[in-house]
Every structure is written in structure tokens, then in C-alpha cells.
């Protein structure tokens, strides 16, 4: 499938890493700091408006030359090229990867198969503004002539995950007069919820489905069609009330939905790569077409910067080269997210998506087994909630647990004291963790002798501390396009394919096999272990 690779423990970059990694591991940030005064302002870099502190980390100048020096010899430049050059650097699904064909602007040309595809992004893009303001401004009329007043996003993984995480992040520029809900999960609590009390009459649903065959997302947008036929009657009222956000023209018609409803993306926008295509129009029509093209930008702006900034003041590389450092010479098995801004409360769990899907791989792009592991678990929930749940671990666990800090100098709603206090934990969460509190300090504090262990803060716990002005369309943009590079330059340094995703699909053909044998009349034949043998019983015996 692609020519043989370098293995990663025959560069040199990597031996030396090794070699570097046993000398640093015993090395404490207090000391790191202490003979080095200007470390937490060099240890910095900035672009679009995003700043990155990561003085805070286990390294010294020559570890970060190091990792750069493996970046070069894993041909970062290189791949990052073939991926904005429209190369089918998927190769095991032989696609181009673009999604930053996406936000690139009108006057950019990037071709697959030589055959420019910008022109046919903005003309989408056009199509989607034109919508988005019939709808936000009433224009676009429900069957029984009614103005719409609520939209539904009905879609899984990336066709669900991008727009809810961006609906909620920026909500404070969102129609406060349009409400927006989102239905994902199969269980039909999730759909009964949604729409509960909603008037069918007001409401429009958007089917976002890449392949437009995802088992959840296709049950869901027909127990919609029920729901809206229940009331409305007609058939012909589907047309009003159900838009497609999807690549398969062919079975959006089958399902009913007026292809002139339909809004297109492409094979080479991954699902988990695609809240700025076509399956964003739920963002849109929340934010309006200029907050949403402001969102392009910031994306585009993070874009750039990735492909001209030297590694060594390059945002995404220097994320994705820690993240490499830290899984691979530390063990280290997660990374945490902690947004401290309310609005980002979905982004961890966006991430995770991003990030697993991603790079959740097992054979680099040769086929051959990785010789390291491979991507972390991301995970995490806004400051402070996260400081009185599970920082416990992060400050006195046995485990190693990197963590971003994402923060912003401004409040979106200023209300007393409450911004000042939410960053100075921020701040003070990241101290603690690098710096501790010796047993002496704690002793000098009068601690009783007993207690002194269970006081001790270690430290040396390793953070990033990204900082912006305040969460815009912008900013969002540039924040997101940051970690899909972080991954992508992950990926290179692991050879491994980070834009398919095999390992979703046998899960899915068992469900399939087991779901007719769930609902067969007769007594059906099972051949499986007998512990799912016994399991498929049960549930027969008591549904
Ligand atoms: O099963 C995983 C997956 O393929 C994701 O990669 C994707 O985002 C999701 O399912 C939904 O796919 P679709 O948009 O085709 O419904």
C-alpha cells in the first residue's frame, strides 16, 4: 500500500530522545525553572492570536531541538505538503485529505485530481448563507406556513460532535430566538427528549450524514420523518421540514428530502474533519453566515501558520511533538483538556473523537506493527468543575497526566469578580502542578509529622497554558484547526494513517448480526462465545 517506512527507533532523532528522555525523567521543573530565569518567557510561541506557554514541560532547549530534528526526519514538511497539495495521503482509503480546502479563501486554488475544488467549497458555502438567513430571518416557511423555530441536527461521531461542541461554544453569538438540539444516540430517549416539546408545524430537521448510511443517524431521521408525518400528514411537507447535510445525493433522494435541500461536502472531508463543511449549517444558522465565515478564517489563519511558521515557533507541531514526548518516553496514557470557559464544554469531548479516531492506530501506513504507542486518550470537563472531581489524581496519582490549560484574558459575560477568580485558578492549577510543595514547605507550615506525607505536591506534572483574547467565531477556528495539526503531526511522527477509522467497523457489523437475531421471531440459531450466547438469551427472555 505505501513504499516502506523508516522505522521510528532507526532515526536518529529518536535515539537520542531515548537517550536524552533518562536524564531529563529525573529532572524536576522546580530546578528546570531555578537555573534558568527566563524559561517561562521563552518556552512561549504565538499565532492567530492564540498564545502557547509550554515552559511548564519536562524538557530543556536541547529536547525540543531533538524532537524538531525527528519532526524533519519524519518528513513533517513533507507530508503537511502532500496533505494541503491535495495528495491522497489517506492511503488506505485512498482519498486526499483536505478538510483546509474547507476555509481556504475564494482566491486559493487546491486540486484533487486535477480538478480545483475551492470554487465548488465557496459555491456550498454560498448556498448554506443563503439558507441560513431564510431561516434565521423567517423567511423560510414550515408546510402549514409557520416560521421555523427549531432545528434538530440529527448525526453521529463527526456529523454530531463538531456542530453540538460549536453550537454550544459559541452560543453567546448565537439567534437566541431559534432553539437548537441535537440528537445523536440510537437509544430513543434521545430523540423523545429532543423533541418532546416542540410543535412539528415550527420545526426543521438537518439529517448531517457523510455516508448517509449510519445505522443511528438513519433511524433517528426516520422516527423524524414519523414524528413530523404525525402531525403535518403530507408528504410533501418533508420537503419543508427536513434538509441533508451529506456526499450521497442518490440515497438523500431515496430518503425523500428534495435534493435542492441537499448540502454537499466531499469524500477528502473526513467525518471527524468536517464541523467546517456542509455539516456545519447547524452553526451557521445559530451564528449567522459572517460569524460563520469569520470562523473559516480563524481556521485558515491556524492553516497557514502550520504550513510556512518554523517548527520551532509552530503551535500545532510543538503541541503534537510534546504529546509525542510525553506518550512515548513517559508513558504517559491520557492527555487532559481543561477549558476553563463554560462555553468550551464540549470541546473535550470533541477532542476525543479528533484525537482517538485519529490516531488510535495500531500498524503504521506500511502495515507493519507500531514499534511505540501510539495516541493518548484525550479527555476533560471546564475549570473549575474538573478541580473538584478529578484533579486529586492529576496532583498527588501515580500516573503522569499532561493537561492544557485553555483560558482567555476575557470574560464573554463579566459578572463581578467571577472572571478574575475563574483564571487565577487557572494559573494557580498549573503552578501547582509543575511546582508542588516540598515536605519541608509543608512541615514549615506546622503540619504535624503524620500528615506531612499526605500534604507533600510532588510536582513536575507537565501543562500547556494556551491563552487568547476572548472566545470568538475567530478564535474557536483557529483553536480547533490547532488541535486537528497537533494530530496530524502525531501521525507523521508515528507513520501511521491518522485519517481512517477500520477499527469502527467491526462493532458495527456484529451489531448488525446480533440485532436481526434480537428481533427474530423464531428461536434463531446463535454461533457466538457463550458468553454472548447467554447475553442475547437473557434479553430475549425479558424484552
Ligand atoms: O463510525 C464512525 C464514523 O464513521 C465516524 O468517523 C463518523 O464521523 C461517524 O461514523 C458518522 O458518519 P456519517 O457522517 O457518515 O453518518
Not at 414519523?226 to 408528504?235: E, R, Y
Not at 464541523?275 to 452553526?283: C, H, W
Not at 509543608?442 to 506525607?453: K, Q, W
Amino acid at each position: 500500500m505505501t513504499d516502506r517506512i523508516v522505522p521510528l527507533s532507526s532515526r536518529p532523532a529518536w535515539k537520542a530522545l531515548q537517550q536524552r528522555a533518562e536524564s531529563i525523567r529525573p529532572q524536576q521543573l522546580r530546578e528546570l525553572f531555578k537555573s534558568d530565569p527566563t524559561r517561562g518567557t521563552r518556552f512561549n510561541a504565538e499565532a492567530c492570536g492564540l498564545f502557547l506557554d509550554y515552559s511548564k514541560n519536562r524538557i530543556t532547549d536541547e529536547t525540543l531541538k531533538l524532537l524538531i530534528d525527528l519532526a524533519k526526519q519524519s518528513g513533517l514538511r513533507e507530508h503537511t505538503e502532500a496533505m494541503f497539495t491535495g495528495q491522497k495521503i489517506n492511503t488506505t482509503e485512498n482519498r486526499a485529505v483536505l478538510h483546509v480546502a474547507l476555509r481556504a479563501p475564494k482566491s486559493e486554488s487546491i486540486k484533487v485530481d486535477g480538478e480545483d475544488v475551492v470554487p465548488e467549497v465557496h459555491k456550498v458555502l454560498d448556498k448554506m448563507s443563503a439558507f441560513a438567513d431564510k431561516i434565521r430571518s423567517g423567511a423560510w416557511l414550515g408546510y402549514t406556513d409557520k416560521p421555523i423555530k427549531n432545528i434538530i441536527n440529527i448525526g453521529i461521531g463527526g456529523s454530531d460532535l463538531g456542530p453540538v461542541m460549536a453550537y454550544e461554544a459559541l452560543r453567546h453569538y448565537s439567534q437566541r430566538d431559534l432553539t437548537f438540539r441535537f440528537v445523536s444516540n440510537v437509544d430513543g430517549t434521545d430523540f423523545a427528549e429532543a423533541t418532546r416539546d416542540l410543535d412539528p408545524e415550527e420545526t426543521l430537521f438537518l439529517v448531517a450524514s457523510k455516508t448517509f448510511t449510519t445505522l443511528e443517524t438513519m433511524t433517528n431521521a426516520h422516527s423524524a420523518r414519523t414524528w413530523t408525518l404525525a402531525k403535518l400528514k403530507q408528504t410533501e411537507a418533508i420537503a419543508k421540514h427536513f434538509v441533508a447535510l451529506s456526499t450521497n445525493t442518490e440515497l438523500v433522494s431515496k430518503f425523500g428530502i428534495d435534493t435542492d435541500n441537499m448540502f454537499g461536502f466531499w469524500d477528502w472531508v473526513g467525518g471527524r474533519y468536517s464541523m467546517d463543511s456542509a455539516i456545519g449549517l447547524s452553526t451557521m444558522i445559530a451564528i449567522g453566515p459572517n460569524n460563520f465565515r469569520a470562523m473559516l478564517e480563524g481556521f485558515h489563519a491556524m492553516d497557514v501558520h502550520f504550513r510556512t511558521t518554523p517548527l520551532e515557533q509552530n503551535l500545532p507541531a510543538l503541541l503534537g511533538l510534546l504529546t509525542v514526548w510525553y506518550t512515548d518516553f513517559f508513558d504517559a496514557q491520557t492527555v487532559a483538556i481543561l477549558p476553563y470557559e463554560q462555553y468550551l464544554k464540549r470541546f473535550p469531548a470533541y477532542l476525543q473523537q479528533l484525537t482517538m479516531e485519529s490516531n488510535g492506530k495500531h500498524v503504521t501506513l506500511d502495515g507493519t506493527p507500531v514499534e511505540t504507542q501510539t495516541g493518548p486518550i484525550y479527555w476533560g470537563e471546564p475549570g473549575t468543575n474538573g478541580q473538584h472531581s478529578f484533579y486529586q489524581l492529576i496532583h498527588q496519582g501515580t500516573r503522569l497526566i499532561p493537561a492544557d490549560f485553555i483560558g482567555f484574558y476575557k470574560a464573554l459575560n463579566p459578572l463581578g469578580r467571577h472572571h478574575d477568580m475563574l483564571m487565577a485558578n487557572v494559573f494557580a492549577q498549573a503552578e501547582a502542578l509543575a511546582f508542588g510543595k516540598t515536605a519541608e514547605e509543608v512541615r514549615a507550615e506546622g503540619v504535624p509529622e503524620p500528615l506531612v506525607p499526605h500534604k507533600v505536591f510532588e510536582g513536575n506534572r507537565p501543562s500547556n497554558t494556551l491563552l487568547a483574547e476572548k472566545l470568538t467565531p475567530h478564535t474557536l477556528g483557529s483553536l480547533i484547526a490547532l488541535y486537528e495539526h497537533s494530530v496530524f503531526t502525531q501521525g507523521v511522527i508515528w507513520s501511521i494513517d491518522s485519517f481512517d477509522q477500520w477499527g469502527v467497523e467491526l462493532g458495527k457489523v456484529l451489531a448488525t448480526k446480533i440485532l436481526g437475531e434480537l428481533e427474530s421471531p423464531t428461536e434463531p440459531k446463535l454461533d457466538h462465545d457463550t458468553s454472548t450466547t447467554n447475553l442475547i438469551n437473557l434479553y430475549r427472555s425479558h424484552k
